[in-house]
C-alpha cells in the first residue's frame, strides 16, 4: 500500500523510503522524536526514562520507559529495520525486568531522566501523581501490568506469529509500524498499530480475556472462598470479601466508633478506604457532591469504586460515608485481621464459611 498526493489536476504517490536511506538513526532521530510525541504510539503514557538500565553492568537497555493513566508500566522498544528483528524476545525480558518496579522506584527513575532532557522545573513525584490522576500514590495499584509496545519499520512472520500468540496468553503487545516516505525533500511516517489491529482491538481484548478466565478457573486459581461474619449477637454469612469487610465497617460505626479510625486500621488501603461527603444524604445526593468535590481538583468520581448503594451508605457525625469496594488478596486479610484485633472487643470476628470463627 502506498501513500498518494490527490492534486486539482493528478494523483501520484510519494516514494517508500527507508529509515537507513534517509539516514535517520535509530536514537539519535526516531527515539529522540518519540520521546517528545510518545502518544503518537503509545496514547496516554508518561515517558519516564529513556535507555533504562537498572539491573547489571550489561549493554542492554530499555529504549523507552512509560506509565500509561492505569498505571502500567509500558517497555516501548525501537527498531528501524524492515523486520523487527528479536525485539519481540528482546521487550519480554525487559518487561520480566521491571515487573516490580514501585511507585517511589518509578518516582526516582522520573526523576534521573527530567534531569537527563535538563528538565529542572518539573516535580517527578507531581507530575507522576498527576498524569495517574492519584492524589497520593497507591501501591496496591500500581504496575499491575506490564504492556509492551514494538515499533518498527516493518515485522517479519515470526514476530508477529509469536505477538499473537503471546497476547492470546494475556500479555499485552502491539505492533506499530513506522513506514517512512520521502517527498519533496520532506520526510512523512505512515505510522499504524498493525497488532491488535484498531477496528478489531474491543472484539480482541474480549477474547483474549475470556480465554484468560477460562484458564484460571481451569486452574483453580481465583479465589470464590465466601465467608461469615459474627457482628456482636448475630452471624451473616456467605459474603464476599467486599461485603464481609463492609459488614464489619458499618456495624463498628454503629458502636460509635469514628469512619476513620476504623480506616486506620486497613493497612496500605488507610488513606483509600473511605470517601465522604458533607451532611447525612441520599445515594443521589452523596454522587452529586462526590462528582462536584472531585471536579474541582480537576478529576472524576467513580462510584463503582466504592460500595454506595442506598443500604450501603454510612452515616456518622453529620457526614455520609462511602467504603471501598476494591478488596482482594493479602491486603484483605492483613485489614480484617487488623480490624478484629484492635476491635475484638465490640463482637466482630469472621472465618471462611463452614470454619470456625477467627478469635
Known amino acids: ?38 502518544e503518537v504510539i503509545s496514547p496516554d503514557t508518561l515517558v519516564i526514562a529513556e535507555e533504562f538500565c537498572d539491573w547489571d553492568s550489561s549493554r542492554r537497555r530499555i529504549d523507552l520507559l512509560g506509565i500509561d493513566k492505569n498505571a502500567n508500566i509500558v517497555v516501548i522498544e525501537l527498531k528501524r529495520t524492515e523486520d523487527g528483528g528479536f525485539m519481540d524476545l528482546q521487550a519480554i525480558r525487559y518487561a520480566a525486568m521491571v515487573a ?48 509492551i509496545v514494538l515499533a518498527s519499520a516493518e515485522f517479519g512472520q515470526e514476530l508477529t506469529t509469536s505477538v499473537l500468540w503471546l497476547n492470546e496468553r494475556g500479555i499485552d503487545i502491539r505492533c506499530v509500524r513506522l513506514e517512512p516516505y520521502a517527498f519533496d525533500g520532506r520526510t512523512f511516517v505512515d505510522i499504524q498499530q498493525i497488532i491488535p489491529l484498531p477496528e478489531a482491538s474491543d ?61 486506620d486500621q486497613c493497612g496500605r488501603r488507610s488513606t483509600t478506604a473511605l470517601f465522604a461527603v458533607d451532611g447525612c444524604v441520599d445515594v443521589d445526593e452523596f454522587c452529586k457532591l462526590a462528582t462536584e468535590e ?63 470463627f477467627t478469635a
Request: glycine residues 8%.
Open 1 to 38: 500500500m502506498a501513500i498518494y498526493e490527490f492534486t486539482s489536476d493528478t494523483i501520484h504517490a510519494l516514494s517508500k523510503s527507508t529509515f537507513s536511506e534517509l539516514k535517520m538513526g535509530e536514537r539519535n532521530d526516531i527515539q529522540r522524536l518519540l520521546r517528545e510525541r510518545i
Open 100 to 147: 516490580n518496579m514501585q511507585f517511589g522506584q518509578a518516582v526516582k527513575v522520573f526523576a534521573h531522566y527530567l534531569g537527563q532532557i535538563g528538565d529542572k522545573e518539573t516535580d517527578a513525584e507531581t507530575e507522576l501523581l498527576s498524569h495517574l490522576e492519584w492524589e497520593v500514590q497507591d501501591e496496591d495499584k500500581f504496575a499491575q501490568e506490564v504492556k
Open 203 to 263: 472484539y480482541q481484548v474480549k477474547v483474549i480475556d475470556k480465554k484468560r478466565k477460562e484458564r484460571e478457573a481451569r486452574a483453580s486459581g481465583r479465589d470464590f472462598t465466601k465467608y461469615d461474619v459474627t457482628l456482636g449477637p448475630k452471624t451473616i454469612e456467605r459474603l464476599a470479601k467486599r461485603h464481609a469487610i463492609h459488614q464489619i465497617f458499618a456495624f463498628l460505626v454503629g458502636q460509635g466508633i469514628s469512619p476513620e479510625a476504623i480506616a
Open 294 to 356: 472531585r471536579a474541582v481538583l480537576g478529576k472524576t468520581f467513580e462510584p463503582g469504586r466504592f460500595l454506595c448503594k442506598a443500604d450501603e451508605l454510612v452515616q456518622h457525625e453529620g457526614k455520609t460515608y462511602a467504603f471501598s469496594s476494591q478488596w482482594g488478596g493479602e491486603g484483605w486479610e492483613g485489614a480484617m485481621n487488623q480490624l478484629c484485633d484492635k476491635f475484638g472487643s465490640s463482637g466482630v470476628s469472621y472465618a471462611p464459611h463452614g470454619a470456625k
